[in-house]
């Protein structure tokens, strides 16, 4: 009988010394490894689960044993919502902390770009634009607006190829301050201007339906709406402009806007002479009805607005005030428009 208890004293001994020793070797396992060296970079991709996330942390010498951490992140209901990217970590860390940053998607910043593309810049003024940003020659950025080949965006926008435009993307590039990160090739960057261009598009309630009833093509709007930017400084005239420029198209009446002129020359002039006026192009609103090929510059919310919802008058002239104001006089008339360029020369500063 002694001899039964004391064989039982001993079973039970051994037990508690095997689980004392596992109870330690969980505890142990589990405790942070001992800071060494630099942080550690390691990139968790898109599909990875918690018990693959779990093994690349031990690999990586972040944590001593990948089983404890799957099996805390089961414990404490984590690990579903770890976002991907590039992480750094120091040996050391605690489970809490990485589980914290790997939810917050704390990853690594890369360098970014960032450039400003004004209202109004041609394609050639964005193509300098973002050269200077990344360091490269115009021509790069320029061969990809020329042709938009290989970007999906112009397939969504349905951006035609027409041997009559200077430059394909011209219009589409949407105005912005654009932060984008440094290793983004042109076509990239290119295309995320595009796609601004869509978000902004999508911001305008019903912009589909008003396209439609107006009976144009997106490709017409953003024509009509760069000759608005290019033509129009104060912001509450834009719709009126806008007015201005359909009444002359519905009535057949040559648009005679001075922009598609300037679009033509090397350098801006303060005042175009008779000689620019003739000069052969499609782009020549003064010599051809309609509207040019394509958009002038690339025009900002406001002129995309205008030209979708314009305000109806009986205008079809308008002259620059040269007050300083920057403004313009409406006429209904031409006679009324040759008392306006008077009135406005004798305002002159």
Known sequence: MKAAIRTLALIILLLAAIGGGGVWYIWNGMQPVKPAGPPVTFTIEKGMGSAQIADLLEQNGIIRKGLFFKGYLKWVKEGSSFKAGTYTASPGETYDSLIARLNAGDVVKKDTVS????????????????????????????????????????????????????HRLE??????????????????????????????????????????????????????????????????????????????????????????????????KERLYEKDLKVDSPYNTYKNEGLPPGPISSPGLASIEAALTPEASDYYFYVTKKDGSQGHLFGRTYKEHLANIKKSEQNSQ
């Not at 593309?117 to 360091?135: F, M, S």
Request: net charge negative; aromatic share 6%.
């Open 115 to 166: 450039f400003t593309i004004p209202e109004g810049y041609t394609a050639r003024q964005v193509a300098d634009k973002l050269a200077a940003a990344w360091n490269q020659k115009p021509e790069v950025f320029l061969k990809i607006i020329d042709s938009g080949a290989g970007l999906e965006a112009v397939g969504r926008l349905g951006i035609p190829e027409d041997n009559k435009l200077r």
């Open 171 to 268: 219009g589409y590039l949407f105005p912005e301050t654009y932060e984008l990160v440094k290793e983004s090739t042109p076509e990239q960057v290119v295309e995320a201007m595009l796609e601004q261009l869509e978000k902004k598009l999508d911001s305008i309630e019903g912009w589909q339906g008003k396209l439609k009833n107006r009976g144009l093509s997106l490709h017409e709007l953003l024509t009509v709406a760069s000759l608005v930017e290019r033509e129009v400084v104060v912001d509450s005239e834009r719709p009126i402009v806008a007015g201005v420029i359909y009444n002359r198209l519905d009535k057949g009446q040559k648009l005679e806007i001075d922009a598609t002129v300037q679009y033509l020359l090397d350098k801006q």
